[in-house]
């Protein structure tokens, strides 16, 4: 099967791995002050699996971030995207991405899923740029980019970038 990273390798055993929320994690990236400041941090991953079917384009994965997680290394900034304007975590404490099914051609693969932010579900592409397999152990690695409008997040534009790319390493066991 022709996923990203797996050349020569073995794919995983069919079944159910869970995510190691210690060894996984989520980062973003956008821009801010009308574009002029770059702005990264992370998120944490809480829980998830991946199910890995017998027949691999049926094979699906959902994964939950804790939103107060929120880090990007300036405390009066991080509190303000928990608040109410952002991500108001005290009423959606998670964020779900979950797949719907895996799209593979001879040079990459990709997870079609819904993410949703602030009880608001909306489609998302992550592109895998890398999946390992090891003896029960899956890692993938993957981008997406998304639209905070399109979840209701419209507070402060031009102030805060509307785009957001989201980089993914997910280690999961069986």
Do not use: W
Not at 8 to 28: N, W
Not at 62 to 68: I, L, T
Not at 156 to 171: H, W
């Amino acid at each position: 099967m022709a996923i990203p990273g797996t050349a020569g390798q073995s794919l995983p055993e069919a079944g159910t791995y869970d995510i190691d929320p210690a060894a996984s994690t989520v980062r973003f990236g956008t821009r801010a002050m009308f574009g002029l400041l770059p702005v990264r941090g992370t998120f944490a991953v809480s829980h998830g699996r991946i199910t890995v079917a017998e027949l691999p384009d049926e094979s699906s994965a959902e994964a939950v971030m804790d939103a107060a997680s929120f880090e990007s290394g300036n405390q009066q900034r991080d509190d303000h995207i928990r608040s109410s304007d952002y991500l108001d975590v005290a009423r959606h404490p998670e964020i779900a991405f979950r797949s719907r099914r895996l799209e593979r051609s001879a040079q990459d693969a990709s997870l079609r899923g819904e993410l949703t932010v602030c009880g608001v579900t909306q489609p998302v592409l992550i592109t895998l740029s890398s999946i390992t397999c090891e003896d029960r152990r899956i890692t993938a690695n993957g981008t997406a980019t998304i639209d905070r409008y399109a979840f209701g997040i419209t507070k402060a534009k031009g102030m805060t970038g509307r785009r957001t790319k989201i980089t993914l390493e997910v280690v999961a066991n069986r």
